[in-house]
Structure formats: structure tokens, C-alpha cells
């Protein structure tokens, strides 16, 4: 399985909820992350504020910032970015890392109907739907 990388923006945590606000976005991606461990797959997150070296160590992220902070957060596959500027969500993280998303399949449909028709009686009643 490949390694992921991802290289945040300067924040105080990734998880997005720290501060007065939080950010559902990256509530999200924290949560995608985590499962995507799960997977067996290996993340490894960098914050520009606390790890300012690891981006200024990584080639591909050292050029991607040549044209300024805007292309944060980056993702990188195997040492090539996969995404720039944005979070990636669950399903896009799954294909990049080669893990298979399996979806739960509906529930059967009903019919739909939901019983008497309102002034309907016991002995004359009419489905309708609701």
C-alpha cells in the first residue's frame, strides 16, 4: 500500500476543532483519516506551524509553494501530489490508497403508502400517501 502524506496549512490542530470555531471540513477529513488507518493504510499529517521543515524537505512540496500557500493542504502519494488546495474526501483518499469502499446496499423499497386517506372509514378506506 502506498504512504500518504498530507502537508496542512498553519493551524493549531488538524483536527479542526480547537479555537472558538470549528471547521467541519477539517472535522471530516480528521475523521476520513482515521479511518482510512484503519484500513491498514499509513497517513502521515504535517502542520506548516509545528513541522515547517518537513515541507521545506519534501521536493514536490517545496515546489508547489514556490507559487504560494494557497495550494495547502497538499496530498501526496508516494511522494507525488495527488491533491492540491483542497481536502479530499473519504471515497477519494479510499482510490488513492488503493482500499475498495464497499457501500451498503438500500433498504427494499415500500410501497410507499402509509394507510387510510384522511374521512376515510374502517369499512370504505382508501390508501394514499403521505
Same mark, same amino acid.
Given at each position: 500500500m502506498p504512504t500518504i502524506r498530507v502537508f496542512? =496549512?498553519?493551524m493549531c490542530c488538524s483536527t479542526g476543532v480547537c479555537g472558538p470555531t *470549528?471547521? !467541519?471540513q477539517l472535522?471530516?477529513?480528521a475523521?476520513?483519516?482515521d479511518w482510512l488507518q484503519k484500513?491498514?493504510?499509513t497517513v502521515e499529517r504535517y502542520n506548516l506551524s509545528a513541522q515547517p521543515a518537513a515541507f521545506a524537505e519534501t521536493?514536490?512540496?517545496?515546489?508547489?509553494?514556490?507559487?504560494?500557500?494557497?495550494?495547502? =493542504?497538499l496530498v501526496l502519494v508516494d511522494d507525488r501530489i495527488a491533491v492540491e488546495? *483542497?481536502? !479530499?474526501?473519504r471515497d477519494t483518499l479510499a482510490a488513492l490508497a488503493g482500499v475498495v469502499v464497499r457501500k451498503l446496499e438500500n433498504a427494499p423499497a415500500?410501497?410507499?403508502c402509509c394507510g387510510p386517506t384522511a374521512g376515510g372509514s374502517a369499512s370504505k378506506s382508501k390508501t394514499g400517501c403521505c
Open positions: 496542512d =496549512p498553519a *470549528s471547521d !467541519p472535522a471530516r477529513f475523521a476520513d483519516v484500513q491498514g493504510v521536493p514536490a512540496v517545496k515546489q508547489a509553494l514556490s507559487r504560494g500557500t494557497d495550494v495547502l =493542504p488546495g *483542497s481536502y !479530499p474526501s415500500t410501497s410507499g
